[in-house]
Nanobody, 120 residues
Framework: QVQLVESGGGLVQVGGSLRLSCAST????????MGWFRQAPGKEREFVAA????????YYADSVKGRFTISGYNANNTVYLQMNNLKPEDTAVYYC?????????????WGQGTQVTVSS
């Protein structure tokens, strides 16, 4: 069982930046990929970004391209999300997960997430 702990969220003004971190423990940390997802109030959880460990290739939702950067170290089971030029619509609880799917419904368990609030 993988345990996921997200941190780094907070309250930030429009145009500001935050860096989220995700630490994973457990024996089944994915050898393939890690991803970030988010869930805004009243909305479904959605894909944000992912990184493939094999080649370092990154993937982003259109809504965050050019503003967010995912990075990480497979060796120590950590992944980060640098978020720049934040907008009010980025307000959500952010979650990480381990695996190669962009679909939140493919994951059976989640960490507690970290709240990001962007004020205008």
């Amino acid at each position: 069982q993988v345990q996921l702990v997200e941190s780094g969220g907070g309250l930030v003004q429009v145009g500001g930046s935050l860096r989220l971190s995700c630490a994973s423990t457990g024996r089944t940390f994915s050898r393939y990929a890690m991803g970030w997802f988010r869930q805004a109030p009243g909305k479904e959880r959605e894909f944000v970004a992912a990184i493939a460990w094999s080649d370092g290739k990154t993937y982003y939702a259109d809504s965050v391209k050019g503003r967010f950067t995912i990075s990480g170290y497979n060796a120590n089971n950590t992944v980060y999300l640098q978020m720049n030029n934040l907008k009010p619509e980025d307000t959500a609880v952010y979650y990480c997960n381990t695996g190669g799917s962009f679909r939140p419904q493919d994951y059976g368990s989640w960490g507690q997430g970290t709240q990001v609030t962007v004020s205008s």
